[in-house]
């Protein structure tokens, strides 16, 4: 049970919340103006790419920052539709494998963990998502990784490092989010495939 409130996740939802409407207004927008026209522009095309683009981020990342009650639950179907957003026209392709109700809180879990496989598939790949009956199991294949081990490291310590930067956050945010579910990960790092399981 937590004594204080975390207010990262809390500023995180705060945050997204608040640019989730600016966002879609923009985007419906640039629908109207394709529907007078009659057909996309490549400017208008450039303009909606990137406002779905933004929309599935901002998604993304009010599950993965944000604050998950305890009681908190997440469909399958958002998850999914999240990810598929979010990946679509990129280098990597994610599978998504689970029950059709799940808690919010490991949805979280599982977001900032794939950020971390993300940073390290760079150059494209797969990675397949499930969460089975014992717990989840992550697997990213690729044929050239790029992994930074001292990051990699962060995921098992109980305290953030002194010194990350903006992009690499997820990883220390890890091991709290595992502290919090009473889960321990388990890492294994090969030259083309890495496999996390919690």
């Known amino acids: 049970m937590q004594d204080k409130?975390?207010?990262?996740?809390?500023?995180?939802?705060?945050?997204?919340?608040?640019?989730?409407?600016?966002?879609?207004?923009?985007?419906?927008g640039v629908e109207l103006l394709m529907m007078e026209r009659g057909a996309a522009s490549p400017e208008l095309a450039l303009?909606?790419?990137?406002?779905?683009?933004a929309?599935?981020?901002?998604?993304?990342?009010?599950?993965?920052?944000?604050?998950?009650?305890?009681d908190a639950r997440?469909?399958?179907?958002?998850?999914?539709?999240?990810?598929?957003?979010?990946?679509r026209g990129g280098r990597l392709q994610v599978e998504w494998i689970s029950p059709s109700e799940l808690a919010r809180s490991e949805v979280k879990l599982a977001f900032l963990l794939l950020q971390?496989?993300?940073?390290a598939l760079a150059y494209g790949g797969r990675i397949r998502i499930e969460r089975g009956e014992t717990g989840w199991l992550?697997?990213?294949?690729?044929?050239?990784?790029?992994i930074d081990p001292a990051l990699w490291e962060v995921l098992t310590e109980r305290h953030p490092p002194a010194e990350i930067g903006a992009a690499?956050?997820?990883?220390?945010?890890?091991?709290?989010?595992?502290?919090?579910?009473g889960r321990r990960l388990v890492a294994e790092l090969k030259e083309s495939a890495i496999r996390l399981s919690f």
């Open 138 to 146: 992550m697997q990213a294949e690729a044929a050239r990784l790029k």
């Open 55 to 70: 929309n599935a981020r901002i998604r993304f990342f009010r599950v993965a920052f944000g604050a998950a009650g305890q």
């Open 74 to 87: 997440i469909a399958r179907g958002e998850v999914v539709s999240i990810l598929t957003d979010m990946m």
């Open 116 to 119: 971390c496989l993300e940073t």
């Open 47 to 53: 303009i909606a790419e990137s406002v779905a683009h």
């Open 168 to 181: 690499q956050v997820h990883f220390a945010l890890v091991p709290e989010a595992l502290a919090q579910q």
């Open 5 to 28: 409130p975390d207010l990262a996740a809390l500023i995180g939802s705060r945050i997204c919340h608040d640019l989730i409407s600016p966002i879609g207004a923009i985007g419906n």
